[in-house]
């Protein structure tokens, strides 16, 4: 297993809930990440799905959205070694 592939297990393992992560296996170095459009709905408060996700401060109930800042970070972290530069393209989605 190449160090794509490695990389590429990490973060499917800690945020395949959130997003789709494609790579290419015969030699190319580059992950590619597709949010999955569920993951920016807000959702209600759980324990158990806090991962990546922060409280929605504009809401009266307690309600969470992904943290995309932190998630990116995670990227960095995960992929140390491995991963030059992580480059959101935000221009077609909010949370």
């Keep these: 297993m190449g160090s794509s592939a490695a990389g590429l297990c990490a973060c499917r393992e ?4 959130l997003a789709l992560f494609f790579y290419d ?4 170095e580059v ?10 709905a807000p959702q209600p408060f759980k324990a158990s799905t806090m991962r990546g996700r922060m409280m929605l401060m504009s809401s009266s109930e ?6 995309v800042t ?7 972290v995960l992929g140390e070694g491995l991963v030059k530069a992580v480059e959101a ?4 989605w909010s949370i």
């Design 89 to 92: 393209r935000t221009e077609k």
């Design 14 to 17: 800690a945020f395949g809930d």
């Design 62 to 67: 307690s309600l969470m959205v992904p943290n």
């Design 70 to 76: 932190a998630i990116l970070e995670d990227f960095e």
């Design 31 to 40: 992950i590619g990440v597709l949010w999955k459009p569920s993951s920016f």
């Design 25 to 28: 296996k015969h030699g190319g």
